[in-house]
């Protein structure tokens, strides 16, 4: 190394370090939320369990709602996930994450560029540069490779990165929980299609039967066996069951236009969605530690986690930010005054240097920026926080509600199973001559309201399945499992 840049940069480094005492004061001060521990959900898995209506160790598949064995749902879903543009926007936003950390990365390598100049210019004969140049007209050139590195001794430029690419992260999960919550509201528009249209069966069935029996009265009035009011009361109660039939059919089909929307083809392309054949639920899987893997298993308690961890690297940064910044620069090239000698071995000309940055003052910015950076951390622990609970209360309202259903369940299909040995039993004593069509007819409307009342169950029951497959993430799985989440100074808050 020459003597003149040997020197320089000894005398930069002394400088650097003598007024290293004067930089700016670094707060003692840090962020104050804690990641809450997994909040644990054992009763309701045990009682299903105990119940038989669950199987232990098992997650929901990726494309979990294959398991129900619907060609035309699995058609619709694949559609939905093909042409949403929420999923589209989420791709972008993906996108612009993963060129953020590509930006956030190239601060950490070393910069090279080339440089080539050519000018023409006449000098003054009064100016600096003595004859036999002044006064004359030149042209000059100049080629040079410029090279820089910032030595990031702090680790700024590194925790940028770090928070960079948590962000990144962040945007995978939330691409994959915008994936999730497209997939279940096309699956539950689905259910809803499926129980509208038992449901419509049901009401036209029931709305025939009360036009059967107003002709019955009817006849009866006429031969003085019923009085007027009897008549009025049948055709108020057709008139019931015909506004049920209307409610029904409007109910699909809102029910297709909703599905239409939701697979990014208008309100217009439901119409072609055909009537569901019925999907029997399958076995529920309830994994057997839940609440820890949870964690990893939810899109958006595994991108807020990463949100967590991007906000702890930026403090990181924001701290690095009161000490130093040391950088490195070196020059290499041609020079001269003519362009005929710029390739000249006497046109040679280099340079290098280091650059040290010292914050002295600033006016309180650096402790301002640091104070918000441990704000943007405390609110991204309890939005973690948050959601952790949430999800737990979500996995436990699922879980109970499907208990409740499968018990409502069993009473209502006893209850129409009743309502069908009574409705036999009446058309045995019509056969018999023992009782009129009205009494039949009378009976059957039991029986209707025992279907409708297990049709809603049904429904009721497939909305807890897809609410659970919800709740449990789905099929997603977070890169590297379950992990630990570390503060900004490192510590460990709660397993994952």
Not at 145 to 164: E, T
Not at 185 to 205: I, K
Not at 301 to 314: G, K, S
Request: proline share 5%; with cysteine.
């Amino acid at each position: 190394m020459i003597p003149s840049v040997r020197t320089a940069l000894r005398a930069a480094l002394v400088a650097g370090f003598a007024l290293l005492g004067g930089c700016a004061t670094l707060p003692h001060e840090g962020p104050r939320a804690r990641l809450s521990r997994p909040y644990p959900v054992r009763r309701e898995v045990r009682a299903l369990a105990a119940a038989g209506i669950t199987r232990r160790d098992a997650w929901p598949a990726p494309r979990w709602w294959r398991a129900f064995g619907d060609p035309q749902l699995d058609r619709i879903v694949a559609e939905g996930l093909a042409g949403s543009p929420n999923l589209a926007a989420a791709a972008a936003r993906l996108r612009l994450a993963n060129s953020q950390a590509a930006l956030a990365r190239a601060a950490t390598l070393p910069a090279l560029d080339a440089q080539g100049e050519i000018d023409r210019q006449r000098l003054s004969d009064n100016g600096l540069i003595p004859p036999p140049f002044a006064g004359a007209a030149l042209t000059t050139g100049e080629l040079a490779l410029n090279a820089a590195y910032d030595l990031d001794w702090w680790g700024k430029n590194r925790a940028a990165l770090r928070a960079a690419l948590s962000e990144a992260q962040a945007a995978r999960a939330e691409s994959a929980a915008a994936r999730l919550l497209l997939s279940t509201a096309v699956v539950g528009a689905y259910f809803s299609l499926q129980v509208d249209g038992e449901r419509l069966a049901v009401t036209q069935r029931a709305a025939a039967d009360r036009t059967t029996l107003a002709r019955l009265v009817d006849a009866r009035v006429d031969h003085g066996l019923e009085d007027a009011s009897a008549s009025a009361e049948a055709a108020a109660a057709r008139a019931r069951a015909h506004a049920q039939v209307i409610a029904a059919q409007e109910a699909v089909a809102l029910d297709r236009q909703r599905l239409g929307v939701l697979i990014g083809q208008g309100p217009d392309a439901g119409a072609g969605i055909a009537l569901p054949r019925r999907v029997l639920p399958t076995v529920l899987a309830v994994p057997a530690h839940l609440p820890l893997e949870l964690l990893a298993r939810r899109p958006d308690l595994a991108a807020q986690r990463a949100r967590v961890e991007a906000a702890a690297q930026r403090i990181h940064a924001a701290r690095a930010g009161f000490y130093p910044d040391i950088n490195l620069a070196a020059t290499v090239g041609q020079q001269s005054f003519t362009l005929g000698q710029l390739l000249a071995p006497g046109s040679r000309m280099g340079s290098i240097g280091i650059a040290v940055d010292l914050p002295i003052f600033d006016g309180g910015r650096l402790r301002a920026v640091l104070h918000a950076r441990n704000a943007e951390y405390d609110a991204a622990v309890e939005t973690y926080n948050q959601l952790l609970l949430t999800a737990a209360g979500e996995v436990a309202h699922a879980l109970t509600q499907i208990q409740a259903v499968a018990r409502e369940g069993r009473a209502q299909r006893a209850a129409e199973a009743k309502a069908k040995r009574a409705y036999a039993l009446a058309r045995l004593r019509y056969a018999h001559g023992l009782s009129s069509d009205l009494d039949v007819l009378q009976v059957e409307q039991e029986v209707l309201a025992a279907q409708e009342a297990v049709v809603a169950v049904r429904g009721a029951a497939l909305h807890a399945r897809v609410d659970l497959v919800q709740a449990l993430g789905g099929g997603f799985v977070a890169a590297g499992g379950s992990r630990q989440a570390r503060g900004p100074s490192g510590e460990i808050h709660a397993r994952q």
